[in-house]
């Protein structure tokens, strides 16, 4: 055989390597997912099978219905106290609706005062209403809500595709527009559908700024002033604001309030979370069309995806300015109502992503929602990850941790370096000198006193990897596929930190993303905390990824270059907030961090150092033990007020503004998104 053809059937071979590599990929990706399934049902059926209710009830077959409701009931919020934590929330919902619903209209003399306003500029709202066979009531209620507008400088296009039986629509807008010339009409000779009736409501108008309303809905009275504002005071070219779903025709009887986060790209693409009242200058369409009719249903998912692409401010207004009415016939009442909703979504946000770049990527829905999407992102390429666990003794918490990764990643270009730091038992002696005969796992040792910070930073000095994934020892590993669902977010230009989601050993949440500002010491906490994993969390957030401020270091991806740019961790944080830091810093340089629930792990926390919060004296103690363990406790708690003190100093401007990704009308003294 010659050179050449040994060189030929090399290359052959080698291409038919890789291409069973990326089938083997694959094939690990549907096996993680399928193993993410089984273990869902499984942990559903031993919920069941556990419950104490159920077991002393069995044999009483009369009460079979009433335990099965009651089963029911607890398996959609947790447990008992989950119940109990939704029932607060609702009854804080119904005391919040003086603040949102009519009792937040201006007065009279609230009104004059605002109308007095000098904006320095003159912006003209030219607000799109589609018509489409709208109830006279729901009509009626439309007009004036916009007639009733304490900034008056506005438009209101209606274009009617109504059909014979419902002339009266184009009759009633006759009325109105004979004493408001504001009001502009113009009747279709066919029904163009959501997208082609909202295009020539567009081709109608001659104002500054597009405001989208549907037929159906409600604005607050100050909705268009308060939109001027931020145009004037920030230069906003596309604005939106937090919104309410409201039945049996009265704002006040409201069904959700929805508070939204400022502007977050990955949120958006999983979940339309901007939706209404959407406004944006109109230079916003030059170039382009405002609905396209192969996302109807959707098509404002895909206006927004493709307006906020291009707008060079985007600004919440995280005031309940926008009413959304539920009725029968309506999306905000039912997604099956518009079936053809779901698919368009998905194919508005692949259009989006394949604009970015992305590739054979999959949209999917969750549970939580048929148009909240599990987006999952191919890999650009299987990079080495080195995974630093910083470990003094507990050889049982560091062992279950890298056995869990041994025996269920499908990911496997990875190595492990176990960074030790003055252990004292023979046991961790003999179990470091076990791991280190295998392959991907070494040893480094650190001999300074416990600085977290120092310890990661010595660690990934010794890191040969693309990536470095921060883990705790008192980690393991539950979904198969956990490195690939980290990666896929940490390979991408934009982003920086990627957390994971991690609970208790009794399934409730312990990390789902972290708030600044958020918990008693106003430095940062973490939202849906103790929450049961059936929960969905609010407005579905437990079942997408999404942006977030910061994540835990207990489990956190980012490249080594980026880690290495910023100067690694800042020692000065020696135990706490390190990893809230480092993510901050982040975002300083542009990029975003983001939390995906599909990556799992137990977390069994502070197992292997001691909370800096909590207490660790124990009832059974002696005297001297229970003195020595409250003294620790003293000393770490003062540990972490000088910690939380700098982190304050350090961030005070952040701190001041606030968490762009958790709304300023929620509390910042709960995790579970609770109304102030």
């Not at 979904?479 to 920086?496: G, H, P």
């Not at 800042?570 to 995906?596: K, P, S, W």
Request: neutral net charge; hydrophobic residues 35%; contains cysteine.
């Amino acid at each position: 055989m010659s050179d050449r053809q040994q060189e030929e059937l090399l290359s052959y071979y080698q291409a038919a390597y890789e291409k069973e590599k990326i089938k083997n990929a694959q094939l690990a990706g549907r096996l993680a997912d399928a193993q993410s399934r089984a273990d869902d049902l499984q942990f559903k059926l031993d919920h069941i099978k556990n419950n104490p209710l159920w077991k002393a009830t069995f044999p009483v077959r009369g009460l079979i219905h009433v335990l099965i409701r009651t089963k029911d009931r607890i398996k959609r919020y947790g447990n008992p106290k989950g119940l109990m934590r939704k029932i607060r929330n609702k009854m804080q919902e119904k005391r919040a609706i003086a603040r949102y619903g009519t009792k937040s209209f201006p007065s009279k003399e609230e009104r004059a005062e605002m109308k007095r306003t000098d904006f320095p500029k003159n912006v003209k709202f030219s607000i799109l209403v589609p018509l489409w066979n709208t109830p006279e009531q729901f009509l009626r209620e439309m007009i004036e809500s916009v007639q009733w507008q304490v900034y008056e400088n506005w438009e209101l296009c209606l274009a009617d595709g109504s059909d014979a039986a419902h002339a009266y629509v184009g009759e009633i807008v006759g009325k109105y527009m004979q004493s408001d010339a504001r009001i502009r009409y113009q009747k279709l000779s066919e029904n163009k559908g959501i997208a082609g009736n909202t295009n020539e409501c567009c081709a109608m108008a001659t104002g500054d700024y597009i405001g989208l309303f549907d037929h159906d809905d409600i604005l607050h009275p100050c909705a268009l002033y308060e939109y001027m504002k931020v145009i004037c005071e920030k230069d906003a070219d596309y604005i939106y604001c937090d919104e309410a779903t409201f039945h049996k025709g009265n704002i006040n009887r409201m069904i959700t309030l929805h508070f939204k986060s400022d502007y977050a790209v990955d949120t958006l693409r999983a979940n339309n979370y901007i939706c209404h009242f959407s406004v944006f200058s109109k230079t916003l369409l030059e170039g382009g069309e405002l609905f396209r009719s192969q996302f109807d249903g959707s098509q404002d998912h895909d206006m927004i995806l493709r307006l906020t692409d291009k707008a060079k401010r985007v600004v919440h207004v995280p005031k309940l300015l926008y009413y959304w009415r539920s009725h029968k016939a309506s999306v905000a009442s039912d997604i099956s109502a518009k079936p053809y909703a779901i698919e368009g979504a998905k194919g508005a946000v692949a259009a989006h992503l394949k604009s970015h770049g992305f590739e054979d990527f999959e949209i999917l829905s969750t549970r939580a929602f048929e148009t909240i999407f599990r987006i999952k992102y191919a890999l650009t390429a299987r990079p080495l990850i080195s995974i630093l666990i910083p470990n003094k003794d507990h050889v049982s918490d560091l062992s279950r941790c890298i056995e869990s990764i041994l025996d269920k990643s499908t990911y496997d270009n990875y190595e492990i370096i176990v960074i030790e730091n003055n252990s004292t038992t023979k046991e961790i002696q003999d179990y470091y000198s076990e791991i280190a005969k295998h392959p991907n796992i070494r040893v480094e040792t650190y001999e300074g006193e416990f600085n977290y910070s120092k310890i990661n930073n010595f660690g990934a000095s010794k890191a040969k990897g693309d990536y470095l994934l921060l883990l705790n020892n008192d980690t393991q590993v539950i979904t198969l596929d956990w490195m690939e669902e980290l990666l896929m977010y940490a390979q991408r230009d934009d982003v920086a930190c990627v957390g994971a989601k991690l609970y208790y050993e009794d399934y409730t949440i312990q990390h789902a993303g972290i708030v600044i500002g958020l918990g008693a010491h106003r430095t940062a906490g973490h939202t849906h905390y103790k929450v049961n994993k059936e929960n969905l969390g609010y407005m579905g957030k437990l079942c997408y990824a999404h942006d977030v401020s910061a994540v835990t270091g207990a489990c956190l991806m980012v490249k080594k270059s980026l880690f290495d740019k910023a100067g690694g961790l800042d020692e000065q944080f020696a135990v706490a907030l390190n990893d809230v830091d480092f993510c901050l810093r982040m975002r300083e340089l542009g990029y975003l961090n983001v939390f995906t629930p599909f990556a799992e792990l137990f977390h069994y926390e502070s197992v292997s150092r001691g909370s800096d919060v909590l207490g660790s004296a124990s009832k059974g103690s002696t005297k001297q033990a229970a003195k020595e363990a409250d003294e620790a406790d003293t000393k770490r708690a003062s540990r972490y007020n000088e910690e939380a003190a700098r982190f304050r100093e350090k961030w005070k401007e952040a701190l001041a503004a606030g968490d762009p990704y958790f709304n300023p009308n929620f509390s910042l003294d709960n995790s579970d998104y609770v109304l102030y």
